[in-house]
């Protein structure tokens, strides 16, 4: 079993934006993992991994589209137990999401992938349409949106729980597929593989390097492409003409009691 | 002329409320292209194609696709029967709600139609030109998509119900391939409840991790009922199981815009304001003055909600009565 845990670098969330030029400067930002990446590579390893035991149950290759020399995130993600990396080297002013979905699906199919994790949103863009795209692209089945993954290896499926607008869908997909992992993934019962014991409790939350990993992640493989030798061209589909930040809210007051709240509310804002 | 087509979610034979603000973006792009309107009905039962076309919404056409395939939903065959109908009807422009529904087959048949996708529409700049929130909403960008085909999905809380008018006729389309590539939906947990949906309720409550625990919740249901509104969360509180996942509001949550939202014991993450900045009225009860909730709220009470919570039911309930 190979799994393809697709991880992106992101301008920190907790910096505020910077607005220059009709645009948004990132220059002197702090570039950190997208989170949904993070919980992303959490799935994989739990998939892969026997808790307790060295047996690895699949390999789990991080890939990154990002300038080959940027790529700190693939070596924090080989450093939290992926093992071996592939970073499609690109500038961000060549990409798209129809680049960047057309580069993870020559990769997944380059390597023979039989499952593709993927970040349900990029924190930055927001455009959650990656997983799907690839999907599509690939012709495989999808489950988005993933809280809980549970592996059957004897029929070679995935029982996925998607959260939705009204509720848990549970769909059962066949492998080769491809699933965007949601918050609730990274609960500590979320992902089963059939092998490590269901009741098995991870740590909330996706893991931290150990020192070990560290030292590990400088020896692990990355291979290195370019857009052109997977075929993709550069972007083109959507250009950005204006940024800006949205309209500032009236700025509000401190209440001194319920009381005065309730008033407030019935008189001034005439809302109850 | 070019042609918007708009994808309609249906449930027991009528269209589904959430699908409105769709429609709604859909009249404004094709206002601004110069295209004529068309709509999609599509599943296993497409009669309630014939309400919306009675509705009118100044489209051209109603378009159904009837198939078996199509039900239970999947982005699979979703996505399939997307490309089918776009292809069919010659659109270029192809959206719709940006419900959880559409999110997942819209970018899937988008990317078979090599079509770039502008997601969670806030505004309409042009026809091919449009305003949508990045990096929790701290941000607005307007995007102008190129190609023979380009997508949007409209975020709801942005567009107020859809005109009505004319008298398009009902069309079926031609019967294509739909298929789920082996996938099956084995079960929906469906979160029943007797309140109004979040998107759509004029009051939300919510309560975040300083509530300690779910059976706290009792207390902000209470004033939820009173005010005849609907309950929300945060993602502590969601992940902590104190609620269903599906009550988190946020960037990854439900984007609400009521007339009044009611943050209890919520700090006011970057990612949960994503998700109800747009309220017209916001109050914020917490505790510690310092909570970054307070800068967004209209009306801040620096207090435990063990305190403030029951005296304000008891406030609401006096002068009601
Ligand atoms: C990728 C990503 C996506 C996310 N998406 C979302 C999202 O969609 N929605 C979301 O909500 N969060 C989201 N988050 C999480 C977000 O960053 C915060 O962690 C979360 O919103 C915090 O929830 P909270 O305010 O309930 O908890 P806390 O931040 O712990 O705040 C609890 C508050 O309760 C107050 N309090 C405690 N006791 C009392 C009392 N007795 N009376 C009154 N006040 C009290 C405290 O003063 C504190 O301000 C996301 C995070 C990430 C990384
Ligand atoms: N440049 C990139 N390199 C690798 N993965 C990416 C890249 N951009 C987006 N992704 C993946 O796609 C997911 C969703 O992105 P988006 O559709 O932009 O919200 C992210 O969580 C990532 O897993």
């Known amino acids: 079993m190979k799994i393809l845990v697709t991880v992106k670098r992101i301008p920190d969330p907790d910096e505020s934006l910077k607005f220059a030029g009709g645009g948004l400067d990132t220059s002197s930002s702090k570039w950190v993992p997208n989170a949904f990446d993070e919980y992303a590579v959490e799935t994989a390893l739990r998939l892969a991994e026997v808790a307790g035991k060295r047996d690895r149950l699949a390999e789990v290759i991080v890939m990154s589209i990002c300038p080959a020399k940027q790529r700190q995130h693939v070596t924090q993600f080989l450093a939290m137990g992926a093992d071996r990396g592939v970073v499609v080297d690109a500038d961000d002013s060549e990409l798209d999401t129809i680049a960047v979905s057309k580069a993870i699906a020559a990769v ?14 990029s924190q930055d863009n927001e455009g959650n349409q990656v997983a799907q795209r690839v999907a599509g692209l690939l012709n495989v089945p999808q489950a988005g949106f993933a809280a809980t993954v549970k592996w059957d290896k004897n029929a070679g499926t995935l029982d996925v729980g998607r959260e939705v607008d009204d509720g848990v869908e549970h769909k059962l997909v066949p492998l080769p597929a491809v699933v965007s992992v949601d918050l609730r993934v990274v609960l500590p019962t979320s992902i089963k593989n059939g092998v490590t014991a269901d009741s098995h409790k991870y740590q ?6 150990s020192l070990r990993g560290i030292t590990m992640a400088k020896r692990k493989k990355v291979k290195v492409l370019k857009l052109s030798d997977i075929g993709v061209s550069s972007a083109g589909s959507e250009q950005v003409v204006a940024v800006a930040p949205p309209p500032a ?24 | 002329m070019s042609k918007v087509l708009v994808i309609l979610e249906t449930a027991g034979g009528k269209l ?9 973006c859909g009249q404004q792009i094709a206002a601004k292209a110069g295209a004529e309107l068309h709509l999609l009905v599509l599943g296993a039962d497409t009669s309630a194609a014939a309400e919306v076309a009675s509705a009118g919404y100044n489209a051209a056409a109603v378009h159904t696709l009837t198939n078996a395939a199509l039900e239970p939903f999947t982005a699979e065959a979703w996505a399939d029967a997307i490309v089918h109908a776009t292809r069919s009807i010659g659109a270029t ?12 087959a819209l970018p899937r ?48 809380t942005e567009f107020e119900a859809p005109a009505t008018g004319g008298s398009p006729a009902v069309n079926a389309l031609p019967d294509g391939a739909f298929d789920t590539r082996g996938a099956k939906v084995i079960s929906l947990e469906k979160t029943e409840s007797a309140r109004p949906a979040l998107s759509e309720a004029r009051v939300v409550v919510s309560g975040g991790r300083g509530m300690r625990e779910g059976a706290n ?31 988190q509001v946020g960037q990854t949550g439900k984007i609400v815009a009521p007339e009044l939202y009611i943050a209890v014991a919520i700090s006011g993450a970057i990612q949960h304001l994503a ?30 909600w063990e305190d403030a919570v029951p005296r304000l039911i008891e406030l609401i309930q006096s002068s009601a009565s």
């Open chain 2, 109 to 156: 048949a988008a990317a078979v139609l090599d079509a770039p996708v502008a997601s969670e529409v806030v505004a309409i700049k042009s026809g091919d030109t449009f305003t949508r929130p990045v990096s929790s909403g701290r941000a607005l960008v307007d995007v102008k998509l190129s190609g023979a085909v380009i997508g949007f999905t409209a975020r709801g």
């Open chain 2, 16 to 24: 589904r409320s959430s699908s409105l603000p769709g429609i709604t």
């Open chain 2, 93 to 104: 422009i192809i959206g719709g709600t940006a419900s959880s529904t559409l999110r997942s």
């Open chain 1, 204 to 209: 909330e939350g996706p893991r931290l390097a």
């Open chain 2, 217 to 247: 919740f009792k207390i902000l249901e209470q004033l939820t009922d009173l005010l005849g509104g609907a309950l929300g969360a945060s993602r502590a509180a969601t992940d902590a199981g104190m609620v269903p996942a599906d009550l």
């Open chain 1, 108 to 121: 997944a199919k380059s390597e023979g992938v039989d499952l593709t994790i993927v970040g349900k949103l």
């Open chain 2, 275 to 304: 998700g109800m900045k747009g309220s017209k009225t916001i109050v914020a009860i917490n505790k510690d003055e310092e909570a970054p909730i307070f800068q967004v709220a209209d009306y801040g009470l620096v207090a435990k």
């Open chain 1, 249 to 272: 809210r009236p700025s509000g007051q401190i209440v001194g009691s319920v009381e005065e709240l309730h008033e407030k509310l019935a008189k001034e804002a005439k809302v109850l």
